[in-house]
Protein backbone atom coordinates (compact mmCIF):
# COMPACT_ATOMS: atom_id res chain seq x y z
CA UNK A 1 0.00 0.00 0.00
CA UNK A 2 1.30 3.28 -1.05
CA UNK A 3 -0.23 6.66 1.41
CA UNK A 4 1.05 10.22 -0.59
CA UNK A 5 0.74 13.66 0.64
CA UNK A 6 -0.25 16.20 -1.26
CA UNK A 7 0.74 19.79 0.78
CA UNK A 8 0.66 23.58 -0.62
CA UNK A 9 -0.99 26.56 -0.49
CA UNK A 10 -4.68 27.36 -1.46
CA UNK A 11 -4.57 27.38 -5.58
CA UNK A 12 -1.74 25.93 -6.31
CA UNK A 13 -3.39 22.67 -8.14
CA UNK A 14 -3.27 20.02 -5.17
CA UNK A 15 -7.06 18.85 -6.04
CA UNK A 16 -6.34 18.86 -9.73
CA UNK A 17 -2.84 16.73 -9.26
CA UNK A 18 -4.58 14.41 -6.79
CA UNK A 19 -6.72 13.16 -8.59
CA UNK A 20 -4.90 12.72 -11.46
CA UNK A 21 -2.80 10.62 -9.33
CA UNK A 22 -5.45 9.07 -7.67
CA UNK A 23 -6.73 7.67 -11.42
CA UNK A 24 -3.13 6.76 -12.37
CA UNK A 25 -1.88 5.30 -9.29
CA UNK A 26 -4.73 3.89 -8.47
CA UNK A 27 -5.23 5.49 -4.83
CA UNK A 28 -8.49 7.01 -2.60
CA UNK A 29 -8.20 10.45 -3.24
CA UNK A 30 -9.02 12.41 0.34
CA UNK A 31 -9.83 15.71 0.09
CA UNK A 32 -10.45 17.01 3.43
CA UNK A 33 -11.77 20.21 1.83
CA UNK A 34 -14.62 18.38 -0.51
CA UNK A 35 -15.39 16.17 2.63
CA UNK A 36 -16.05 19.36 4.58
CA UNK A 37 -18.09 20.59 1.83
CA UNK A 38 -20.22 17.94 1.56
CA UNK A 39 -20.74 17.47 5.03
CA UNK A 40 -22.00 21.38 4.80
CA UNK A 41 -24.28 20.89 1.62
CA UNK A 42 -25.91 17.63 3.57
CA UNK A 43 -26.58 19.70 6.06
CA UNK A 44 -24.49 16.85 8.97
CA UNK A 45 -23.87 17.70 12.55
CA UNK A 46 -20.48 18.36 11.44
CA UNK A 47 -21.41 20.34 8.68
CA UNK A 48 -22.98 22.46 11.07
CA UNK A 49 -20.37 22.81 13.63
CA UNK A 50 -17.39 23.38 11.00
CA UNK A 51 -19.62 26.09 8.09
CA UNK A 52 -18.07 29.30 9.75
CA UNK A 53 -14.95 28.04 9.64
CA UNK A 54 -14.92 26.93 6.39
CA UNK A 55 -16.47 30.28 5.16
CA UNK A 56 -14.00 32.09 6.93
CA UNK A 57 -11.28 30.23 6.13
CA UNK A 58 -9.97 29.38 9.51
CA UNK A 59 -8.58 26.18 10.19
CA UNK A 60 -10.99 23.31 11.14
CA UNK A 61 -10.40 21.99 14.63
CA UNK A 62 -8.03 18.80 14.35
CA UNK A 63 -10.97 16.54 16.13
CA UNK A 64 -13.73 17.03 13.08
CA UNK A 65 -10.97 16.30 10.51
CA UNK A 66 -9.52 13.37 12.13
CA UNK A 67 -13.01 11.73 13.04
CA UNK A 68 -13.62 12.03 9.08
CA UNK A 69 -10.60 10.45 7.97
CA UNK A 70 -10.73 7.94 10.64
CA UNK A 71 -14.49 7.22 9.11
CA UNK A 72 -13.15 7.17 5.70
CA UNK A 73 -10.32 4.87 6.02
CA UNK A 74 -12.38 2.54 8.23
CA UNK A 75 -15.09 2.14 5.26
CA UNK A 76 -12.72 1.99 2.60
CA UNK A 77 -10.85 -0.74 1.06
CA UNK A 78 -8.22 1.34 -1.24
CA UNK A 79 -4.88 0.10 -1.97
CA UNK A 80 -3.70 3.38 -0.60
CA UNK A 81 -4.54 6.99 0.07
CA UNK A 82 -3.61 10.44 -1.71
CA UNK A 83 -4.33 12.91 1.05
CA UNK A 84 -5.03 16.49 -0.18
CA UNK A 85 -5.45 19.19 2.85
CA UNK A 86 -4.16 17.35 5.38
CA UNK A 87 -2.11 18.01 7.52
CA UNK A 88 -2.61 21.51 7.44
CA UNK A 89 -0.88 21.79 11.02
CA UNK A 90 1.75 20.09 12.58
CA UNK A 91 -0.87 18.75 14.71
CA UNK A 92 -2.65 16.92 12.18
CA UNK A 93 0.33 15.92 10.49
CA UNK A 94 1.19 13.34 13.72
CA UNK A 95 -2.24 12.80 14.05
CA UNK A 96 -2.72 11.37 9.80
CA UNK A 97 0.65 9.65 11.11
CA UNK A 98 -0.78 8.27 13.96
CA UNK A 99 -4.02 7.45 12.49
CA UNK A 100 -2.15 5.14 10.01
CA UNK A 101 0.46 3.65 12.31
CA UNK A 102 -2.54 2.50 14.24
CA UNK A 103 -3.85 0.33 10.84
CA UNK A 104 0.11 -0.93 10.00
CA UNK A 105 0.48 1.56 7.43
CA UNK A 106 2.69 4.32 6.85
CA UNK A 107 3.32 7.74 4.78
CA UNK A 108 5.33 6.95 1.74
CA UNK A 109 6.10 10.39 0.99
CA UNK A 110 4.99 14.54 1.28
CA UNK A 111 4.76 16.35 -1.87
CA UNK A 112 4.64 20.32 -1.36
CA UNK A 113 3.89 21.90 -4.96
CA UNK A 114 5.50 25.17 -4.93
CA UNK A 115 4.28 28.09 -6.92
CA UNK A 116 4.99 32.06 -7.24
CA UNK A 117 2.11 33.85 -5.10
CA UNK A 118 0.40 35.32 -8.25
CA UNK A 119 0.22 32.17 -9.90
CA UNK A 120 -2.02 30.38 -7.11
CA UNK A 121 -3.90 33.69 -7.11
CA UNK A 122 -4.59 33.89 -10.56
CA UNK A 123 -5.76 30.19 -9.67
CA UNK A 124 -8.27 30.88 -7.27
CA UNK A 125 -9.98 33.33 -9.31
CA UNK A 126 -10.37 31.15 -11.55
CA UNK A 127 -11.47 28.51 -9.77
CA UNK A 128 -14.03 30.59 -8.50
CA UNK A 129 -15.51 31.86 -11.71
CA UNK A 130 -16.15 27.81 -12.19
CA UNK A 131 -17.15 25.88 -9.08
CA UNK A 132 -19.44 26.81 -6.20
CA UNK A 133 -17.09 27.07 -3.53
CA UNK A 134 -17.76 29.19 -0.48
CA UNK A 135 -14.07 29.60 0.22
CA UNK A 136 -12.80 30.86 -3.35
CA UNK A 137 -15.49 34.16 -3.72
CA UNK A 138 -14.47 36.23 -0.27
CA UNK A 139 -11.00 37.87 -0.56
CA UNK A 140 -10.71 37.93 3.46
CA UNK A 141 -11.34 34.63 3.06
CA UNK A 142 -8.75 33.57 0.76
CA UNK A 143 -6.30 36.14 2.64
CA UNK A 144 -6.98 34.31 5.57
CA UNK A 145 -6.68 30.44 4.58
CA UNK A 146 -3.41 31.65 2.58
CA UNK A 147 -1.97 33.49 5.73
CA UNK A 148 -2.98 30.41 8.07
CA UNK A 149 -1.00 27.99 5.44
CA UNK A 150 2.28 30.33 5.72
CA UNK A 151 1.58 30.53 9.16
CA UNK A 152 1.94 26.60 9.70
CA UNK A 153 4.18 25.50 6.63
CA UNK A 154 7.50 25.44 8.06
CA UNK A 155 6.45 23.39 10.96
CA UNK A 156 4.72 21.12 8.80
CA UNK A 157 7.76 21.03 6.02
CA UNK A 158 10.24 20.44 8.82
CA UNK A 159 8.26 17.62 10.74
CA UNK A 160 8.09 15.44 7.15
CA UNK A 161 12.22 16.77 6.84
CA UNK A 162 13.15 15.09 10.29
CA UNK A 163 11.21 11.77 8.80
CA UNK A 164 12.70 11.89 5.55
CA UNK A 165 9.57 12.13 3.24
CA UNK A 166 9.46 15.28 2.40
CA UNK A 167 9.86 16.20 -1.37
CA UNK A 168 8.78 19.54 -3.25
CA UNK A 169 7.62 19.82 -6.71
CA UNK A 170 7.16 22.95 -8.91
CA UNK A 171 3.54 23.68 -10.00
CA UNK A 172 4.33 26.78 -12.10
CA UNK A 173 4.40 25.46 -15.06
CA UNK A 174 1.13 23.98 -17.36
CA UNK A 175 -0.99 20.92 -15.42
CA UNK A 176 1.47 18.42 -17.86
CA UNK A 177 4.27 19.77 -16.90
CA UNK A 178 3.67 19.35 -13.05
CA UNK A 179 1.50 16.20 -13.24
CA UNK A 180 4.62 14.60 -15.46
CA UNK A 181 7.35 16.16 -12.42
CA UNK A 182 5.24 14.39 -10.04
CA UNK A 183 4.57 11.29 -11.89
CA UNK A 184 8.89 10.74 -12.06
CA UNK A 185 8.75 11.25 -8.22
CA UNK A 186 6.29 8.63 -7.40
CA UNK A 187 7.61 6.36 -9.74
CA UNK A 188 10.51 6.37 -7.60
CA UNK A 189 8.47 5.80 -4.27
CA UNK A 190 6.97 2.79 -5.93
CA UNK A 191 10.39 1.68 -7.08
CA UNK A 192 11.96 2.13 -3.84
CA UNK A 193 8.72 0.60 -2.41
CA UNK A 194 9.13 -2.78 -4.37
CA UNK A 195 12.46 -3.37 -3.16
Avoid: W
Amino acid sequence: MVNLVIFGPPGVGKGTHSQLIAQKYKLKHVSSGDILRNEINQNTSIGLNVIEFVKNGDLVPDKYIINLINSIIDNSKANGYIFDGIPRTLSQARLLLSVLEKRGEKINSVIELIAPFSEYIKRIKHRAETSARIDDTIKKTIDNRIKLYNKHRTKVVNYYKRLNLYRFVKADGSKEETFSRLCSHIDNILNITKR
